[in-house]
C-alpha cells in the first residue's frame, strides 16, 4: 500500500513558476514508477509526466516538453514537478501516481496509487 500526498500547488501569473511535490508513504518508494497527471474541468485526465523508479528515465506530455521538469529523491520518497513559463492551459488539478514493476506508463489506467490531487491555477 501506498498513500500519496502532493503539495504545492496555487495561483501563479502566466510565465511563473511553481514546484509540486509528492510524497509517499511506505519503505518501497524506489521501487515505483511515478507519474503526474492533470485534469482541467470538463476534459479528461491527461498524462504530464513521468520518471522510472530509479530516476533514470523521463518522458514528458509534448504540451510541457522543455517548460516542465520531473524529478524524485527516492532518500526523501518525494517526487517533484518543476513548472516553468506557466500558460492558462495548464490550470488544472494535478495529481501524482504510483505504479510498480519496470513500465512506465503514460496513460492513468496502469497506475495503481493516486494522490488526493494539487490545484494549480495559471491566471493571463
Known amino acids: 500500500q501506498v498513500q500519496l500526498v502532493e503539495s504545492g500547488g496555487g495561483l501563479v501569473q502566466a510565465g511563473g513558476s511553481l514546484r509540486l511535490s509528492c510524497a509517499a508513504s511506505?519503505?518501497?518508494?524506489?521501487?515505483?514508477?511515478m507519474g503526474w497527471f492533470r485534469q482541467a474541468p470538463g476534459k479528461e485526465r491527461e498524462f504530464v509526466a513521468a520518471?522510472?523508479?530509479?530516476?533514470?528515465?523521463?518522458y514528458y506530455a509534448d504540451s510541457v516538453k522543455g517548460r516542465f521538469t520531473i524529478s524524485r529523491d527516492n532518500a526523501k520518497n518525494t517526487v517533484y514537478l518543476q513548472m516553468n513559463s506557466l500558460k492558462p492551459e495548464d490550470t488544472a488539478v494535478y495529481y501524482c501516481?504510483?505504479?510498480?514493476?519496470?513500465?512506465?506508463?503514460?496513460?492513468?489506467?496502469?497506475?495503481?496509487?493516486w494522490g488526493q490531487g494539487t490545484q494549480v491555477t495559471v491566471s493571463s
Open positions: 501516481a504510483a505504479n510498480s514493476g519496470i513500465v512506465v506508463p503514460r496513460t492513468p489506467v496502469p497506475y495503481e496509487y
Open positions: 511506505g519503505r518501497t518508494f524506489s521501487r515505483y514508477a
Open positions: 520518471i522510472s523508479a530509479s530516476g533514470g528515465s523521463t
